[in-house]
């Protein structure tokens, strides 16, 4: 399994961004999620998305302003970042595993990052 990242990019707070990350491989086999990582911080889970009816989770500092959702005629998840605040500035990796992504687990594919830079 591949993972490619893209749609970072620098905006202003309250700005959005929609990042995307396209697959390759059995995209339907896979949970797919977002984690980030701020300078000088861990990388920290941010969204999960699973199979077939797709339940959503998400870290509680984006509750209410992301949306992770996948499309699968084009093996690619998104995850659409709205009223971006500048503590959300990080670089975001695209993660895929078999059976679960949390803020406790450790995924098995991970893409490259896209940064994302908030500007107050």
């Known amino acids: 399994v591949q993972l490619q990242a893209f749609g970072g990019g620098s905006v202003q707070a309250g700005g959005s961004l929609r990042l995307s990350c396209a697959v390759s491989?059995?995209?339907?086999?896979?949970?797919m999620g977002w984690f980030r990582q701020a300078p000088g911080k861990e990388r920290e889970f941010v969204a999960a998305i699973g199979w077939g009816r797709a339940s959503t989770y998400y870290v509680d500092s984006v509750k209410g302003r992301c949306t992770i959702s996948r499309d699968s005629a084009k093996n690619t998840v998104y995850l659409q970042m709205n009223s971006l605040k500048p503590e959300d500035t990080a670089v975001y990796y695209c993660a895929a595993d078999a059976t679960r992504l949390s803020a406790t687990t450790t995924p098995m594919y991970w893409g490259q990052g896209t940064q994302v830079t908030v500007s107050s």
């Open positions: 491989g059995s995209f339907e086999s896979y949970v």
